[in-house]
């Protein structure tokens, strides 16, 4: 506690780092790249969790669990994906360790080479497909609807705690269906429970897309997305729903007799998002004083702190305040009550605000006499005084309207980010002055798009799903174009 | 479906192997040693992890997550604990593959060395307390308390499906605490919430037990746990619970200075519970018509198969249950209304039998002209009338006599096993001839435990924590012995 926290203009880098650090969220471990996920940090990640796992279930997914290691042949079956996977990852080659008898201490024993390496799964599809080839010969065992909750790797150069780390958890879905529409619904279906979920447990608005070829997911047809904007003005793709056609099931000849005899390959989608979102929660809305967390995905959501100079004192505030900690907690709430006599209130005050504990009550017994207690909201910082009458049915209506304030709050920022631009030089100034998203046309070629990155570092974060169609010509090329994408520097 | 289960009698191990088949728990993967959980049965795992994360937080722990890579030279910190963990892992030694520039695929980078191998974890002890030697600076840090649920691998030579696995999913459980007696008060905690979990969900009775040096944990000063008994007479370690002294603290130099301001090394535990519990639930209670599930574990607590011969049938059916599946759902039970009109009521019979759902209903248009339907229970396959009025408190009712009836099943199973032997020769006849639990006195000598180990394939499973204290002589060495232990074979 009372760690500095820089300021967002002065170094938004550091703040980001100074954030997860003074609320304890988590920090780098000794094995490079890899984060330790802290008890606070993990708590919010269990919410996360939990809000989507219900969602999974109900739109009709199971949870399963397929292996950690995929053989390194699986890797190439698939042309793009392996493209896109093999370069950075962590390779098994060698299953025992032995004394050195030159006295070197543990070493790899040269004899326990394995024939075929592994690899550490960086996504799971060739894992997976392969045993879908397994499991499908009709219609009949089709749709299968799998998530899985798991680890996986990719050996990132340059790490970030949550936004690029070497390990990650994630969930990933891959579904296998009869037809190449059905497929698409799936792909489309989980776009909208992560935008759902983004939207109302995250507070977090984002733009729903299709990412442009060279963004796409190595081995899928198509790449849907979500898109954050974040308060430094860079966007952060949130989640990705994979439609990929009959990619994989061509990959691992995985093919189903349909309805009327015939045989065809299998269509197929995968989905994921990941301890990333605990970034994007992170920059969506703390700000210099701290974390702020929505109600919604709260560890905490009231940290009441008796002002006591006394165990008498104590013991009186108890009495008088437990029925209200119990209706809170029947109302489903996490409360904490902070009696620790050790620390006074100001140091709790200052910790459950760096920590975005939405709600915080303060109450001494003069407060009792009055029939009240000081409630503090964390994302105004306002303080009121509240009647004890009705307090618990007052503090959810408080959490809701915190959890609505930051929504509106963060909708406001991203809104006011999005501009559009015609013109290249506008562009380029404009991504430089003020970030954000940019509404510009482009001509949809590769070269244009590739352009754009090499002279501004910006890409295309997707061609929105809710586009107008409008007449135009590329800001670069001048080419003619139908609907303006976004383009934003991103992370 | 209508896989056929071998009998128990005929082959034990096929039995269970076919058990996890027919009822679609797991499979083999491609990778050597590493299984899939598939869907039903990882609904099972996810029941058994919600039971005991609830506990664990209960009892003031909170979940994190640790890398899942150690570096070499942490697992040789703790001398014992390298002995026992180093030799059987999963190595990984490079971090990036290629393309193999003479035409042979993708293959290992050699410039992507790595300079220290990276250990996939066996068990997470080296990377916590590396991380807890930089949070831990006085008692006001301690306890730590802190679970994490995760993914281990241990190169296992011959896997077995659940018991025995390549990589396995656990939970593990490691504290820090400022006394030795408070670390061992953790540990028999941490001992009972397992206890409590085996037998009040899985409905299968354990011997709390404290290990002989020889089983104990390599790196533990006292390894406790809980012991089955399956139904071929064969034992099964269920859960440990380490007490750690301060063999970590010391290896990773973990010290904490203490009220009085002396520096002291921190005591510790571990703990933890892994998949093989599946293989645990699936021997105490399944028989030769397929798995039996504990209505606490179940995925699906009731499952209802309309008799109909037509669409019209169907509807009214629906019509008239509507109530009776809202009030057993609002109830908090999961229930399949089974109306695939693709599949005759006989073959659902026999799938819900095979996945060991408890309660099965059937309901026809004449049983619902007379009130009632049928109801089936998968325990003892008795089926009975019930009639619709008051139906869903009598379900949830039954349901708590299966859940009972199960435990009382397998107690009176596992109490039967137990025997007293006083004679070597008679404990290895009857060893072989009748299997199950032998109470014998014990000289307490690592010698005597390896002849038994080597003459007999059995091993002192525990020294009970509520053996009473008697005057005894060792029945392999005549030497005195103060109590008798639990010796058997083991999975």
Known sequence: ??????????????????????ADLAEHSDVKGCMI?????FAIWEKMKDALDKRFKETGHSNAYFPLFIPKSYLSKEA??????????????????????????????????????LIVRPTSETIIWSSYKKWIQSYRDLPILINQWANVVRWEMRTRLFLRTTELLWQEGHTAHATKQEAIEETEKMLDVY????????????????????ERFAGADETYCIEAMMQDGKALQAGTSHFLGQNFAKAFEVKFTDKAGKLDYVWATSWGVSTRLMGALIMTHSDDLGLVVPPKLAPIHVAVVPIFNNEEQLTQIKDKLSNLLADLRSKGLTVKFDDDDQKRPGWKFAEYEVKGVPVRIAVGLRDLENNQVEVARRDTQEKKSYSLDGLADNIVALLDDIQKNLFEKALKMRNDSIKKVDSYDEFKKRLESEGGFFAAHWDGTKETEEQIKTDTKATIRCIPLDAVEEEGTCMVTGKPSKRRVLIAKAY
Not at 1 to 22: H, P
Request: with cysteine; charged share 35%; aromatic share 10%.
């Open 195 to 214: 935008a759902e979920f983004a939207e109302e447990f995250m507070a977090m608005p984002v733009v729903k897309g299709i990412k442009s070829e060279n």
């Open 37 to 41: 996920i802290k008890p606070y940090g």
């Open 1 to 22: 506690m009372a760690e500095k926290i820089t300021k967002r203009e002065t170094d938004y880098s550091q703040w980001y780092l100074d954030i997860i650090k003074a």
């Open 80 to 117: 793009s994906h392996v493209e896109g996977f093999a370069k950075e990852c962590a390779v098994v080659t060698h299953y025992r360790l032995k004394v050195d008898e030159n006295g070197g201490g543990i070493v790899v024993d040269p004899k326990a080479k394995l024939e075929e390496e």
